[in-house]
């Protein structure tokens, strides 16, 4: 009997969906179409690369945003450091629309929409996986705590997917061409995934999560923390586990299960970059694990290596992490969970610490921010973490809603005649209003920036169309690379091959002009600071001399011809 009404309690809670996607839909559309450009490095990078394959350029780029390759060749390689599902996902729309930005935004919009009702349906799954314990409630008789626990689990997991859907500093990336969306989506579904496997043990589960983790990897390349979160959580010494032994024989024929879908996912991959850079992770290897600044990431001819790193000193390199795990902190509890949530949150998390899907957030909650800290130090809170742990807000979201709840019940219970059930209604309306006005005004203030057109989504790379005219009016070859401080984004704009800058002195940049035959170095506001003499006038360099400049309120930005 319990079998056949869990069976007939589950369509009842699936029209909350499509209501649900359809209203994600509209905010993410809503969003979108102010957006005219990619906008910032990242997503310049995986439209490009997307707009080349449908070009039939291939895997092929023509710029250089880093110098850690080896050998450095123009056009170079694609994806040997970003990973390629981005762009491979916005193809066929490319392909189907034309080649433009527009078109690329559209896979990003649908699969944003989806989030929402990962959040709702793990909110289901804080509630003690009630949907296979509830009867029908179309059956007689139906008692009214039943009835009310329904409508509590229900409008919860509403909460957390409206919660999803505002998500104040995340709106504007959902819609842009990079990797948050497809990386919160392929590596939530994971971290379900992995819940599932530990709660059940079920082959399947496993198998799922593995090759999930492989299309996560195919996103990001900090997605294999998530096999290290199967094991951490496969092996947490909870309350009456088994022993150690017991737990790890367990888990071994699941993980093996896991490993092996996971590396069938990345096979065709890793063959590929075997055969480009002679190594399966591309040819950076570890190099910014040694990264003494995040500048480091564009030097030119300085090995980043361990020794390098240790010379550094150990004063240094210890400030440097707890630096780092300061910022890390920050952007959990204020970009996360914009502040206001994360005491409920934690809260929930707290009280369901020995529950598994709390372990499998914490677990990942736990690991992507040692590794952010103590690994990416200087990557991690530049961005990366950022990235990274849009995979975790669902979850964080369905925590939040559930954490409200808590906080009303145990107010309720010190105030006589405080119904906790209508305040829960109230408060949780007033958050999900008060989450989507934060994400109306970080989303203008980033679009418009007060009218600022420098500091404007859409206008803030004008400096590059402006260059590339210019250029164009000088019958510059069109094949002369440029050194510029986002060559992707200057490629978007003037489809002329770019170098990044490198955050090197003068005779440096100079020594790059000459070995990739450069014609031109664009020296912009936001440039290297070891060449703000240069920009400034208060340093030359024979070989790069001053032909053009723009002047504030237009892009600030000098050119200066590359002399052979």
Not at 92 to 103: E, K, V, W
Not at 422 to 436: I, P, S
Request: some cysteine.
């Amino acid at each position: 009997m319990a079998g056949r009404a869990s069976r007939h309690s589950l369509p009842r809670l699936w029209p909350d969906l499509p209501i649900l996607i359809g209203l994600a839909l509209a905010v993410r559309l809503f969003s979108a179409l102010p957006m005219q450009v990619p906008g910032y490095m990242d997503a310049y990078y995986y439209y490009v690369g997307a707009e080349r394959i449908v070009q039939g350029q291939g895997l092929s780029e023509p710029y250089l945003w880093n110098y850690l390759a080896d050998p450095l060749t123009l056009p170079a390689p694609a994806f040997q450091f970003w990973l390629p599902l981005t762009s491979f996902i916005m193809v066929p729309f490319l392909a189907a629309f034309g080649a433009t930005f527009r078109a690329g935004q559209i896979p990003f919009i649908l699969l944003a929409s989806l989030l929402p009702a990962l959040a709702y349906f793990s909110s289901y799954h804080l509630s003690g996986s009630a949907l296979s314990g509830l009867p029908n409630p179309a059956a007689a008789g139906l008692d009214l705590a039943i009835q009310a626990e329904r409508a509590q689990m229900r409008r919860r997991a509403w909460m957390a997917g409206l919660l999803m859907i505002f998500t104040p500093f995340y709106v504007k990336y959902w819609v842009s061409t990079d990797n948050f969306t497809p990386f919160a989506l392929t590596a939530g579904l994971a971290l379900l995934a992995i819940f599932r496997a530990v709660r059940g043990g079920r082959p399947a589960w496993f198998a799922l999560a593995g090759a999930l983790i492989g299309l996560s990897h195919l996103a990001r390349a900090d997605a294999p923390l998530l096999l290290a979160v199967l094991v951490l959580v496969g092996l947490w010494p909870g309350a009456g586990a088994p022993a150690l032994r017991e737990r790890l024989g367990r888990l071994l024929p699941g993980l093996g299960l896991a490993v092996g879908a996971y590396l069938l996912v990345m096979a065709p991959w890793l063959w590929r970059n075997m055969a480009v850079s002679g190594s399966p992770l591309g040819p950076a290897g570890a190099a910014p694990l040694f990264l003494r600044s995040y500048d480091d990431l564009f030097s030119y001819g300085r090995p980043l290596t361990w020794q390098s790193y240790l010379a550094w000193g150990w004063p240094a390199i210890l400030r440097s992490k707890l630096d780092a795990a300061g910022a890390n902190l920050v952007t959990v509890v204020v970009v996360f969970l914009a502040a206001f949530l994360a005491p409920l949150a934690g809260l929930e998390l707290w009280a369901r610490r020995r529950e598994p899907l709390s372990r499998v957030v914490c677990a990942y909650l736990l690991v992507l921010y040692l590794a952010m800290t103590l690994a990416f130090t200087f990557p991690g809170p530049r961005g990366s973490l950022l990235h990274s742990g849009a995979a975790l807000l669902p979850f964080l979201m369905a925590f939040a809603a559930a954490g409200l709840d808590r906080a009303v019940g145990w107010a309720a219970r010190r105030r006589a005649g405080w119904d906790a059930a209508q305040a829960g209604r109230v408060f949780g309306v007033g958050l999900v209003v008060l989450a989507a006005g934060m994400s109306a005004f970080i989303y203008v203030r980033a679009i418009w920036a007060g009218g600022d057109r420098s500091q404007a989504w859409n206008t803030h790379d004008d400096v590059y169309r402006i260059a590339g005219a210019w250029l164009d009016q000088h019958a510059t070859p069109a094949d002369q690379p440029v050194l510029v401080v986002n060559p992707p984004a200057f490629y978007y704009f003037t489809r002329r091959p770019a170098l990044a800058i490198p955050n090197e002195p003068p005779a440096t940049v100079a020594e790059v002009c000459r070995r990739f035959v450069a014609g031109y170095l664009l020296l912009e506001a936001n440039r290297p600071a070891v060449l703000d003499g240069l920009f400034a006038g208060t340093q030359s360099e024979p070989a790069l001399r001053l032909v053009q400049e723009w002047i504030a309120p237009d892009p600030e930005a000098k050119l200066f011809r590359c002399v052979p």
